[in-house]
């Protein structure tokens, strides 16, 4: 999507019903601080407030995430322009998520490791190093839940006996034996279970 033509047809929308950006701050009960990034190219308006948006404007939302009044003609060429769009910006996100998933194993092993050394070769009272050694585990324990929920949320996994795509729960994602990103895991599908590999595009 582009923000910048986005925010340009709000300000045009916005000036053609006579309004200020304060003043439609006040309609939608937000700051004109907000307004003021939409019109830049900044932000998108919020999911919960886009509605009203479009209504104050006299717009869709179809309209609105075009940046352009969408006329019946090409409306399904711009429908699916969009849903490419999102699902392209989707995978993008996921993308960033896997990569923070690797970042927080690497430095929290790293964590790990580095402590577990300095309790093995440095000379210290037996309660300090088992305190550092604990230590070491307190960052991995936290970034766990965190890992698995980027591993739950991120991309799909790829049924090996049917090709099914999906989102698994959490509660399959934790319980799953796996090997890196690819889990054993019962297919809603299918209802069968397979080594399914991490996918981050569903087609």
């Given at each position: 999507?582009?923000?910048?033509?986005?925010?340009?047809?709000?300000?045009?929308?916005?000036?053609?019903?006579?309004?200020?950006?304060?003043?439609?701050?006040e309609?939608?009960?937000?700051?004109?601080?907000?307004?003021?990034?939409?019109?830049?190219g900044?932000?998108?308006?919020?999911?919960?407030?886009?509605?009203?948006?479009?209504?104050?404007?006299?717009?869709?939302?179809?309209?609105?995430?075009?940046?352009?009044?969408?006329?019946?003609?090409?409306?399904?060429?711009?429908?699916?322009?969009?849903?490419?769009?999102?699902?392209?910006?989707?995978?993008?996100?996921?993308?960033?998520l896997?990569?923070?998933?690797?970042?927080?194993?690497?430095?929290?092993?790293?964590?790990?490791?580095?402590?577990?050394?300095?309790?093995?070769?440095?000379?210290?009272?037996?309660?300090?190093?088992?305190?550092?050694?604990?230590a070491?585990?307190?960052?991995?324990?936290?970034?766990?839940?965190?890992?698995?929920?980027?591993?739950?949320?991120?991309?799909?996994?790829?049924?090996?006996?049917?090709?099914?795509?999906?989102?698994?729960?959490?509660?399959?994602?934790?319980?799953?034996?796996?090997?890196?990103?690819?889990?054993?895991?019962?297919?809603?599908?299918?209802?069968?279970?397979?080594?399914?590999?991490?996918?981050?595009?569903?087609?």
């Amino acid at each position: 999507m582009d923000l910048l033509k986005i925010g340009a047809f709000i300000a045009k929308c916005r000036k053609n019903k006579n309004l200020t950006q304060m003043q439609l701050a006040e309609k939608l009960n937000i700051t004109d601080r907000a307004v003021s990034k939409w019109e830049t190219g900044k932000a998108l308006p919020d999911s919960s407030i886009m509605l009203e948006l479009c209504s104050i404007l006299e717009i869709n939302v179809q309209d609105l995430l075009s940046g352009e009044v969408v006329s019946m003609n090409n409306l399904n060429e711009k429908t699916e322009q969009l849903l490419l769009e999102i699902t392209k910006q989707k995978e993008e996100a996921d993308r960033r998520l896997l990569a923070v998933e690797v970042v927080l194993g690497v430095i929290t092993i790293a964590i790990l490791l580095c402590l577990c050394i300095i309790a093995a070769y440095v000379e210290m009272e037996d309660w300090l190093r088992i305190t550092l050694i604990c230590a070491g585990f307190i960052p991995l324990a936290i970034a766990i839940p965190f890992m698995l929920k980027i591993e739950q949320v991120a991309g799909y996994y790829e049924c090996k006996k049917c090709g099914h795509k999906y989102v698994p729960t959490f509660k399959a994602i934790n319980l799953a034996p796996h090997m890196c990103r690819t889990r054993y895991m019962r297919c809603p599908n299918c209802n069968k279970k397979s080594w399914q590999k991490k996918v981050i595009s569903k087609d």
